[in-house]
């Protein structure tokens, strides 16, 4: 099991950045895959990038070329940079394993995109 606390969301204007941070616990993060999820009010929580133990990416379509995901295992971190926001990104955005681990969602980093 890894526990995580999200940090870095904010609000800023469409176009601007933000970098997320997951600080993860479990002597397991170094060999699992990590994901970051973003949820909006009234919607299905959506997966957002994921990262294998090795640093190999994967994107939602909605993000891609935007947003960069990467992980220092030997800090336990993962990172998310978010560049060029739009209003659609706004969301709690939550780090967990991927696929994710029901016990393990944080408590999640606020992200608002508006002008």
């Known amino acids: 099991q890894v526990q995580v606390v999200e940090s870095g969301g904010g609000l800023v204007q469409p176009g601007e950045s933000l970098r997320l941070s997951c600080a993860a616990s479990?002597?397991?993060?170094?060999?699992?895959?990590m994901g970051w999820y973003r949820q909006t009010p009234g919607k299905q929580r959506e997966l957002v990038a994921t990262?294998?133990?090795?640093?190999?990416?994967v994107y939602a379509d909605s993000v891609k070329g935007r947003f960069t995901i990467s992980r220092d295992n030997a800090k336990n971190l993962v990172y998310l940079q978010m560049n060029s926001l739009k209003p659609d990104d706004t969301a709690v955005y939550y780090c967990?394993?991927?696929?994710?681990?029901?016990?393990?969602w944080g408590q999640g980093t606020q992200v608002t995109v508006s002008s």
């Open positions: 479990g002597s397991i993060f170094s060999i699992v895959t």
């Open positions: 990262i294998t133990r090795g640093g190999t990416p």
């Open positions: 967990n394993l991927a696929p994710p681990c029901r016990p393990c």
